[in-house]
């Protein structure tokens, strides 16, 4: 029998687990959805009465928060209750790259899968199907099933519990996740017991077309994922290390792009070039399909992987090596700006994104930089760069007085007013509101000669030079 499910639980409520369960309870009115995480901050800025509060930036959550919340929708720290409570629990928590012990640095870390697996072995009661969230490494299933089984029925035999487990990765990228949720080319199950596939396949039914619900074994789908994130990183690398190229021999990246995409075979989509991959999965899951690899005897298949991490470590590297080279070989006590510290537009996530690296680089050269996010906290800045921010008393208009914050950084919330008597400015995320800036205000601002990078074709080229400032732009050497 198909079981109906009436109460879901969500272990984790990050950028997967929040923005996924509230498009769950959305488009199912009729199923109570309560989202749970052991961490209170996080738990109560979802709860916080002013949704411009939300852990989590995502064009249009905040709208689907106030439709849903208190209604058939609940972000709690009772993990034990909502556990109880349930028919289905997704195990939605961060699975980062091992730190230390074997595989340190591939593996992925699965501890926090572990330890809910643990808690719903315990409370758990009656039939209950878990539901893989959270990105994991192949036959990690068969681990949670394992920690299952071992505690089937309660130490007191009070109840009887049992499980079926499914895989159901998630495939949304940030910036874009209520579309990418509402409207996903598919979703994938993967599983052995045909009735509790059928009961999640029920539950997307309610806004996504049948045709596009597959399902697979249990294997394939947790490989299907690493696997997805690892050919969409290959063509990062790939337009990256071709736009590098592009700058030695005149060609033009966009060109180029635009040239193949048309190809039906290779597409148009993903073939930006940028400052390099960031985000919190694609280094994580390429890394670990590495260490698979390894693990399963195929050190070609690794190598072959490790190569797109390495191309996109390299080209992080390069920018903030050209930087310092077009500014005279040093940066050091000079002005840059930086715009955009996310690692793409439309998150304030910043989680490896490719600006911390090129800012470390630039701060250690002794640079002072003015970094401008319009959604990124500067806490969170200074957590990931480990150097707290500089406070400005009124000095920002005497250049002279900035020279003793070398190898610092500012945060500004102000674009033009930041650019005044600046060396140089980076644009390292494709905010849309950089496309629209006033070059001739920038340009008698800043102090000469001036320099623009752009590392993610967003400012307009023209006007930049017609403004007298000198530009560099990813994979063009016509400027
Ligand atoms: P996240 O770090 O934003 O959120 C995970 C949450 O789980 C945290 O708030 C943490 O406190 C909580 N947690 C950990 N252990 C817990 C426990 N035992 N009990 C209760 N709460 C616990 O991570 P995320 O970005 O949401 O990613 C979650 C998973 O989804 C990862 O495996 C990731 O690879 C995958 N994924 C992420 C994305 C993305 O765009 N971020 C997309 C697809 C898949
Ligand atoms: C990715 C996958 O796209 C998604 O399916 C998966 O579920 C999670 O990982 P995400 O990391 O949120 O999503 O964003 P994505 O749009 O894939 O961008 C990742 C990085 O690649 C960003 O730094 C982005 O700026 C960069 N990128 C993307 C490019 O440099 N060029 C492109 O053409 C596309």
Redesign the pocket.
């Known amino acids: 029998m198909i079981p109906s499910i009436k109460n879901i639980c969500c272990?984790?409520?990050?950028?997967?687990?929040g923005p996924t369960m509230s498009v769950f309870a959305d488009r199912c009115p009729n199923i109570e959805v309560n989202v749970?995480?052991?961490?209170k901050e996080?738990i109560s800025l979802w709860n916080s009465s002013n949704l411009n509060d939300l852990p989590i930036y995502e064009p249009g959550l905040k709208e689907i928060i106030s439709r849903c919340k208190g209604r058939n929708l609940n972000f709690s720290t009772d993990?034990k209750k909502y556990i109880q409570l349930a028919d289905m629990i997704f195990i939605?928590?961060?699975?980062p790259t091992k730190k230390k012990g074997i595989g340190a640095g591939q593996a992925s870390d699965l501890k926090?899968v572990e330890?809910?697996a643990r808690?719903v072995a315990e409370f758990a009661k009656g039939y209950t199907i878990v539901v893989e969230?959270?990105?994991?490494p192949v036959k990690t299933a068969e681990v949670i099933k394992k920690i299952l089984d071992s505690t089937q029925t309660s130490p007191d035999k009070k109840f009887d519990k049992s499980f079926d487990v499914l895989s159901n990765?998630?495939?949304?990228?940030?910036g874009s996740a209520i579309n990418d949720l509402e409207n996903p080319d598919r979703v994938l199950i993967g599983g052995e017991n045909e009735n509790a596939i059928s009961a999640l396949s029920n539950i997307y039914k309610n806004w996504i077309p049948a045709n596009k619900i597959l399902h697979t074994n249990i294997w394939s789908s947790e490989l299907a994922k690493l696997t997805a994130n690892a050919f969409l990183a290959q063509r990062i690398s790939s337009i990256n290390s071709i736009s590098a190229l592009c700058e030695a021999t005149g060609a033009d990246v966009r060109e180029v792009a635009r040239a193949i995409g048309t190809d039906s075979r290779i597409g148009s989509k993903f073939l930006d070039s940028g400052p390099g991959f960031g985000?919190?999965?694609f280094k994580?899951?390429i890394l670990n399909l590495v260490y698979l690899s390894k693990y399963f005897g195929l050190p070609e298949v690794a190598s072959f992987w490790e190569g797109v991490v390495k191309l996109n470590n390299w080209h992080q590297h390069r920018i903030s090596e050209l930087i310092v080279k077009k500014l005279f070989g040093t940066t050091s006590g000079k002005k840059i700006c930086i715009f955009g510290f996310a690692f793409k537009a439309n998150t304030n996530d910043t989680r490896e994104s490719a600006a911390i690296k090129i800012c470390k680089d630039l701060l250690e050269e002794g640079s002072i930089l003015f970094i401008h996010d319009p959604k990124v906290d500067p806490k969170q800045i200074e957590k990931d760069l480990g150097i707290k921010q500089s406070v400005l008393n009124g000095e920002i208009s005497n250049v002279e007085h900035l020279s003793k914050y070398e190898g610092n950084w500012f945060f500004t919330n102000k674009i033009i007013p930041a650019t005044y008597e600046a060396d140089a400015l980076c644009f390292l995320t494709e905010w849309e509101e950089y496309s629209e800036l006033d070059w001739n205000l920038i340009s008698q601002k800043m102090r000469k000669p001036a320099w623009v990078f752009d590392s993610r074709s967003i400012v307009s080229a023209k006007e930049v030079k017609k403004a007298g400032l000198n530009l560099w732009r990813i994979g063009d050497s016509s400027y």
């Not at 272990?11 to 687990?17: D, K, L, R, T």
């Not at 939605?92 to 699975?95: D, I």
């Open positions: 272990i984790g409520a990050g950028y997967v687990g749970v995480d052991v961490n996080r993990v939605s928590v961060n699975t926090w330890a809910c808690q969230k959270s990105t994991l990765p998630e495939f949304l990228s940030e985000g919190s999965c994580k899951d």
